[in-house]
């Protein structure tokens, strides 16, 4: 079955203590993406990933961090978490011959953090 | 921010009544994306539109779109209870891989 899958699907942590939200994908996607969600506020996106070893900025990308390793797998890493990070976070993936935007997104079921 | 904004913010309705939502955007695209999400749960594409295509049909959704105006609206047509969700629009840079998300429609329709 073509999914996105994320872990952990929840997560409750304190600030300062680095954690990484995995997510990987089986479509053999080129384009890789994380959104995060807040009321009032609709999804932003964080990073993006073009292909293996590309990544760019999206709209809020400040304490985070991501790497592209493998094809697969496109993590987020929150080295010191702080509580105006407690969100709900989304991975997407897409295919991307041409412009990402002209392809369907596959998103993950989410996961839902609290940062204390 | 160019992230894009949906009007109304909330809607309910009747089941079988129709259902319209809009989307106002602030840059020059070159498509523009519906997404449906369930109560927390991850986004499902519904439709894509390009920016020389003005009307759209995907079964009982209509999509519009108006460039000029840097607008784009949604019907649900025969409304369902399982219709009940969060509506988004996405946008893309002129570039297409940086994606701005509306702030989203709440849609509740009541049987």
């Known amino acids: 079955e073509a999914q996105v899958t994320q872990n952990p699907r929840y997560l409750i942590t304190v600030t300062g203590k680095k954690l990484t939200v995995t997510c990987s994908q089986n479509m053999n996607h080129e384009y890789m993406s994380w959104y995060r969600q807040d009321p009032g506020l609709g999804l932003r996106q964080i990073y993006y990933?073009?292909?293996?070893?590309?990544?760019d900025k999206g709209d809020v990308p400040e304490g985070y961090k991501v790497s592209r390793k493998e094809k697969r797998n496109f993590p987020l890493i929150l080295e010191s978490p702080s509580p105006n990070q407690t969100s709900l976070y989304f991975c997407?993936?897409?295919?991307?011959?041409?412009?990402?935007?002209?392809?369907?997104?596959?998103f993950g079921p989410g996961t839902r953090l609290l940062v204390l | 921010s160019q992230q894009g904004e949906e009007d109304p913010q909330a809607l309910s309705i009747q089941e079988g009544e129709n259902a319209t939502m809009n989307c106002s955007y602030k840059t020059s695209i070159n498509n523009l994306q519906w997404y449906r999400q369930n109560s927390g749960r991850g986004l499902v594409h519904l439709i894509l539109i390009r920016s020389n295509e003005r009307e759209k049909h995907s079964g009982r959704l209509r999509v519009t779109l108006d460039t000029s105006k840097k607008s784009s609206s949604l019907l649900i047509t025969a409304s369902r209870a399982a219709d009940t969700a969060s509506y988004f629009c996405?946008?893309?840079?002129?570039?297409?891989?940086?994606?701005?998300f509306g702030t989203g429609t709440s849609l509740t329709v009541i049987p």
């Open positions: 996405a946008t893309g840079t002129y570039t297409g891989n940086q994606f701005y």
């Open positions: 990933s073009m292909n293996v070893e590309v990544t």
């Open positions: 997407a993936s897409s295919s991307s011959f041409g412009r990402a935007i002209q392809e369907t997104q596959y």
